[in-house]
Nanobody, 123 residues
């Protein structure tokens, strides 16, 4: 059974940084993409960033471009989201997900999901 476990969330002030990690177990991924999504209170879950497992191409939502960096470590079967210059509007539950297919921005394309980690940014 595939499990994704997020860690690294917390409460920070505006302008601070956080690094989220996502550890995968139960399957060694050899292709596809790892993505990060977030859901703020009262809002729908939205795409944040994704990285292709082979090649390492990265994709970002406009709202985080230039502030967030996604990466992966294939050997560790893990992914990361470095979040800099955090803003109060980044407050949300952040979810790690894995997509064994090709489409990476659509939530419905992802096969496996973590339970989420809370990120709270105070002003």
């Amino acid at each position: 059974q595939v499990q994704l476990l997020e860690s690294g969330g917390g409460l920070v002030q505006a302008g601070d940084s956080l690094r989220l990690s996502c550890a995968a177990s139960g399957r060694t991924f050899r292709s596809g993409a790892m993505g990060w999504f977030r859901q703020a209170p009262g809002k729908e879950r939205e795409f944040v960033a994704a990285v292709r497992w082979t090649g390492g191409n990265t994709y970002y939502a406009d709202s985080v471009k230039g502030r967030f960096t996604i990466s992966r470590n294939n050997a560790k079967n893990a992914g990361y989201l470095q979040m800099n210059s955090l803003k109060p509007e980044d407050t949300a539950v952040y979810y790690c997900a894995f997509n064994t297919g090709w489409i990476i921005i659509e939530e419905g394309s992802y096969d496996y999901w973590g339970q989420g980690t809370q990120v709270t940014v105070s002003s």
